[in-house]
């Protein structure tokens, strides 16, 4: 996205839960796909400052001012830029419709793609029944994700200096319980549905925390993930298609390999992620 270094090009990046402001946003692998890629439209879709842990106690180290930054330099340069706020950083939405330095704000978005496909790009909390109907229980629910967030910081320090690569401990936890299995299915679905009655090819979005793009009865679901967990991206190619970027899985390979070539130096291969 810096443009003049960037290794690769796209026509449009999704990126979405980034929760600047709270100890598990990834901003410094944040920074670094930045750094790697270019682009001429941007969509941050939602929860992109954490609103919520802010008015609580303040956390605002430089690597998120520099993210901050980061865009707005973007903006500058001439990338279309579309702020789409979600439910942690609802407060934007009284702003819809007003440019800040070249970012446009957005409740929603219709995305053209380069092969005509028409994609609803919206946060998607709306469509999570808990947020809506039981906010207490969701600030509760978001307490305890941090907890578990703080964990997998500690399991991946230590498994770096094993040598293994990036693994997210809240997303083997999604795995492992049926109840959350159901909440993400009830969501695509409903996501999805909205979709249909707008008549769009697709929906694009964020909230779960969960990157997926499958076909749900004839609409192209596509979950663009987060950058607290699985540091997940949904980039657009020329063409049209679409393509998810596991870019925590993607660097700590790279990493790997370089230190590979090192003679004497002998690193174990990561294993899997479950992201």
């Known amino acids: 996205m810096d ?18 402001g709270t100890r598990g946003c990834q ?18 879709v939602g929860d992109i400052v954490d609103g919520w842990k802010l008015r609580s106690g303040w956390f605002w180290p430089q690597a998120h001012n520099d993210v901050v ?13 579309i702020y789409v706020p979600g439910n942690h950083d609802d407060g934007v939405r009284d702003f819809c419709g007003v440019h800040f330095g070249g970012v446009i704000v957005a409740r929603d978005m219709v995305h053209v793609a380069a092969d005509g496909r028409r994609y609803l790009v919206m946060h998607g909390d709306e469509f999570d029944g808990v947020v809506q109907y039981a906010p207490w229980l969701a600030f509760l629910g978001d307490w305890a994700y941090r907890t578990v967030l703080m964990l997998n910081t ?16 809240s997303a083997f936890l999604k795995v492992k319980v ?17 979709a249909r009655r707008r008549g769009v090819d697709g929906v694009i979005c964020g909230h779960i925390h969960k990157a997926e793009m499958r076909d749900i009865d004839g609409v192209t ?5 987060d ?49």
Not at 3 to 20: C, K, P, Q, T, W
Not at 242 to 271: C, F, T, Y
Request: include cysteine; hydrophobic fraction near 45%; proline fraction near 2%.
């Open 27 to 44: 901003a410094e692998l944040l920074l670094d796909f930045i750094r790697q890629v270019a682009c001429d439209r941007l969509y941050l």
């Open 3 to 20: 443009g003049e270094d960037a290794a690769v090009r796209y026509r449009s990046i999704f990126i979405s839960d980034i929760h600047l």
């Open 69 to 81: 930054q980061k865009v707005l330099r973007l903006a500058r340069k001439g990338v279309e830029v």
């Open 221 to 225: 679901y596509i979950n663009d993930g």
């Open 178 to 194: 049926k109840n959350a299995l159901q909440f993400i299915e009830d969501f695509e679905g409903a996501v999805a549905a909205e």
């Open 154 to 169: 500690v399991v991946n320090r230590v498994r770096r200096r094993l040598g293994f690569g990036y693994w997210s401990l």
């Open 227 to 275: 950058w607290v967990e699985s540091c997940t991206a949904l980039v657009e190619h020329f063409d049209g298609r679409m393509e998810i970027l596991h870019w925590a899985k993607q660097r700590s390979w790279s990493m790997i390999d370089r230190a590979r070539r090192v003679p004497g130096v002998e690193i174990e291969s990561p294993e899997p992620s479950l992201a």
